[in-house]
């Protein structure tokens, strides 16, 4: 059971360049979300993803696209890289039900733009 | 809208004694949580301590307590008998619509030897 993972754990783009970050979880559960860590800003939702075939924007979603591709992965991508992209990008899940909806964290992704 | 806020940027503490990390909170929803999730210098989001509104007793797990106070809107988190290990950033959240989460922006507790 490995929980939520994310590929790569580090990247550096040029500017402009596109990519796409890759989260997968085996808990089987509803609801995954991407966030972005920038200093002393805690961390920012980017997109969630409610159920499978379900996305919606969070705080700060320009620049950026999501596919649920199927209930255990959720990708986020850059199509045109900026500098101000560069963040800890965390993925994260949640089965949404109970009484604690504990949301588990990917290790996240290191991302450098220049 | 959902507003956590941290005023504490940075904490110090000696190894064995107890720190407060504070956390307000502004919701509208009558009912709501609140999360603590530890950072360690390796990165990784550790959940500490949740708190229901209507839960009637302070939430504890284990050297963390959750000093929650509902007229003042803050959800402190209280760790007793401060560990070398338990320097870290410590983020306080709420859930939302769809359970995503609305973060402060952190506090970086250092203990001391």
């Known amino acids: 059971n490995a929980g939520v993972t994310q590929t790569p754990k580090f990247q550096v783009l040029k500017t402009g360049q596109s990519m796409t970050l890759q989260c997968a979880q085996d808990?089987?559960?509803?609801?995954m979300y991407w966030y972005r860590q920038d200093p002393g800003m805690g961390l920012r939702l980017i997109y969630y993803s409610a159920s499978e075939g379900t996305t919606d924007k969070g705080e700060v979603p320009n620049g950026y696209n999501v596919s649920r591709l199927n209930k255990r992965e959720f990708s986020l991508r850059l199509e045109s890289a900026a500098p101000s992209q560069t963040s800890v990008y965390f993925c994260?899940?949640?089965?949404?039900?109970?009484?604690?909806?504990?949301?588990?964290f990917g290790p996240g992704t290191r991302l450098t733009v220049t | 809208a959902q507003k956590i806020t941290q005023t504490q940027p940075g904490m110090f503490v000696q190894e064995k004694e107890a720190v407060t990390l504070d956390c307000t909170y502004d919701?509208?929803?009558?009912?709501?949580?609140l999360f603590w999730y530890k950072q360690p210098s390796s990165g990784e989001m550790i959940f500490l301590i949740y708190q229901g509104s209507y839960d009637e007793q302070n939430a504890t797990e284990g050297r963390y307590s959750l000093n929650f106070q509902k007229a003042r809107k803050s959800a402190n988190l209280v760790i007793s008998a401060s560990q070398l290990g338990d320097s870290a950033m410590y983020f306080c959240a709420m859930p939302g619509s769809n359970y995503k989460l609305t973060f402060g922006k952190g506090t970086l507790l250092t203990v001391n030897p």
């Open positions: 919701t509208s929803d009558q009912s709501y949580g």
């Open positions: 994260a899940s949640s089965d949404g039900t109970g009484s604690i909806y504990e949301q588990y």
């Open positions: 808990m089987n559960h509803n609801s």
